[in-house]
């Protein structure tokens, strides 16, 4: 089954306390994304990967850090999380071309306290 | 000014009725435009794409788009309780990876 796994599902952490959130896709696809998504501001690019070993930032990288070793994987990591950074994360990836983010991850729930 | 606007809703339609749901977007440079549907607490799921301007129809969903006034729509019709949902908007340039959202309409679809 084609799909994006992220983990975990949910999470409480505390300030400072880095966390890495893990996304992971079975479809060989070169495209992948983080987004967050809070009340009122829909949806928004945080990294992005065109392929392994590149990645750029999107609207709001500040405090994320994103690595693209395998093509498959697309961790992304909070080295010193803050409240602000509490919201719903997705993952995303989608093949080249004129298709866009058709696999979304599950989710996940960060809250940091 | 927000570079996809939508309504944020509540869009409130009797099951059956037809639900027009609206998106408007800043840069004329846009190519590609999407719609998503996401229920409360799940991930987004694509419904539609469309890049040209006209209509295009998938099922009970038509997506409705039109570059020089800059707006594109989705008409749901024979609306269910089941579309119940938020309904995002998505414009792309193709020169550019990143893909814009709206915050989205809330629709209901009262039984």
């Known amino acids: 089954e084609a799909q994006v796994t992220q983990n975990p599902r949910y999470l409480i952490t505390v300030t400072g306390k880095k966390l890495t959130v893990t996304c992971s896709q079975n479809m060989n696809h070169e495209y992948m994304s983080w987004y967050r998504q809070d009340p009122g501001l829909g949806l928004r690019q945080i990294y992005y990967?065109?392929?392994?070993?590149?990645?750029d930032k999107g609207d709001v990288p500040e405090g994320y850090k994103v690595s693209r070793k395998e093509k498959r994987n697309f961790p992304l990591i909070l080295e010193s999380p803050s409240p602000n950074q509490t919201s719903l994360y997705f993952c995303a990836s989608r093949a080249g071309g004129m298709s866009t983010e058709a696999f979304f991850g599950q989710g996940t729930r960060l809250t940091v306290v | 000014q927000k570079e996809v606007e939508q309504n944020s809703g509540p869009l409130s339609v009797p099951e059956g009725a037809i639900a027009s749901l609206n998106c408007t977007y800043s840069?004329?440079?846009?190519?590609?435009f999407f719609w998503y549907r996401q229920y409360s607490g799940k991930s987004p799921e694509l419904i539609m794409f469309i890049y040209s301007n006209g209509d295009k129809e998938d099922g009970r969903f038509t997506a409705q788009l039109n570059k020089a006034s800059q707006y594109v729509s989705l008409l749901i019709r024979d609306s269910q309780p089941s579309d119940s949902a938020t309904y995002l908007c998505?414009?792309?340039?193709?020169?550019?990876?990143?893909?814009?959202f709206g915050s989205g309409t809330r629709l209901l679809v009262r039984p």
């Open positions: 840069d004329r440079g846009s190519q590609s």
């Open positions: 998505a414009v792309r340039m193709d020169s550019s990876y990143k893909l814009i």
């Open positions: 990967s065109m392929n392994v070993e590149v990645t």
